[in-house]
């Protein structure tokens, strides 16, 4: 099967490319949640490479394959729990398929169901590459539990369904740091590639939460988060392109269009004021950006 374009903005994307059902999939926006085994995967079932832009959990109690993260690859093993976040290479191999879940999240539905300052409470999720961890018996029982109680909620129909799956999703999170991260900070982790990468991200998401706080008014280029890792810029470019797929200037964008898309939920704030927040000088340049990238207005992505 030819496979143009690697990338992936969401898991129904990545199914819908592999040709894979996704009738199981729930209207909920950044969030799905399924038992690979309902997938429908003719097995042994190879994947081709591809980069997800989204965050995934999945949990392993009867399965039989191997996984793949840029150059490292895991055997899957009985009750390991594998998390991975945007931005590197994937490739999956499945052999069997009786009881694996599959849980993924954006980082706009983390911040609207989960907390705001949600890699301050959870670094882990910042990592660029973590290695899967394997639990005990009386954990994954534990964690089991919650994952096919967050299931339970997503198929149903219910009023508030996305505040409670956020509520769970944050204590598998608390859970999961807890056995796994306790004092885990993922800028010491890894080669020098990996660490400029995580420094990056962290440096990106504090600078979006001080703009947020009006703490600073001016959106962050290039040569101030090389200047913040004493790199040159030229240097600090190739690293993000080369280990992440993407340039610098694209992670910015998209992480002012994920912040203006989470302010624009409030609908308190005015445009003018989320202009503001992002760094903008310009209501009118805001509204351009934000048109640009989406293809509808502030005003009309708030109304919809």
């Known amino acids: ?20 059902r996704i009738d199981w999939v729930k209207p909920i926006k950044g969030f799905t949640i399924n038992n690979l085994k309902d997938v429908g995967f003719q097995l042994p079932y190879q994947s081709p490479s591809y980069r997800p832009n989204y965050f995934s ?23 390991s729990i594998y998390f991975t976040n945007p931005s590197n290479h994937r490739t999956f191999y499945w052999d069997k398929l009786e009881e694996v879940y599959l849980i993924t999240f954006d980082e706009i539905f983390l911040k609207k169901y989960v907390d705001e300052n949600v890699f301050n409470l959870f670094p882990f999720l910042l990592s660029e590459t973590v290695s899967p961890k394997i639990a005990d018996t009386k954990f994954f029982n534990d964690i089991e539990n919650i994952y096919l109680q967050i299931n339970k909620e997503y198929i149903k129909e219910v009023t508030d369904k996305n505040k409670i799956i956020g509520h769970l999703l944050a204590v598998l999170l608390y859970k999961i740091k807890d056995y796994f991260w306790k004092d885990y900070n993922p800028i010491f982790e890894g080669n020098r590639s990996s660490q400029i990468v995580k420094l990056f ?5 504090k600078h979006y939460r001080d703009l947020n706080r009006g703490t600073i008014k001016e959106v962050f280029r290039v040569k101030d988060y090389a200047d913040a890792q004493n790199l040159h810029p030229n240097y600090l470019s190739n690293v993000i392109k ?25 609908k308190s704030l005015s445009i003018k004021e989320i202009a503001y927040q992002l760094g903008f000088s310009e209501t009118a340049h ?6 640009k990238h989406i293809g509808l207005s502030p005003n009309q992505f708030r109304k919809s």
């Open 242 to 266: 080369t280990k992440t797929g993407k340039t610098i200037s694209e992670w910015i964008t998209q992480k002012t269009i994920i912040e203006a898309k989470t302010l624009l939920q409030n």
């Open 1 to 20: 099967m030819k496979y143009d374009n690697p990338e992936s903005k969401s898991l129904v994307e990545l199914y819908e490319k592999l040709n894979l």
């Open 57 to 79: 959990f999945i949990f392993i109690k009867n399965g039989k394959g191997k996984y793949s993260i840029d150059d490292n690859t895991f055997n899957v093993k009985t009750h």
């Open 201 to 205: 991200k962290v440096q990106l998401e």
């Open 286 to 291: 805001f509204s351009n950006y934000f048109k």
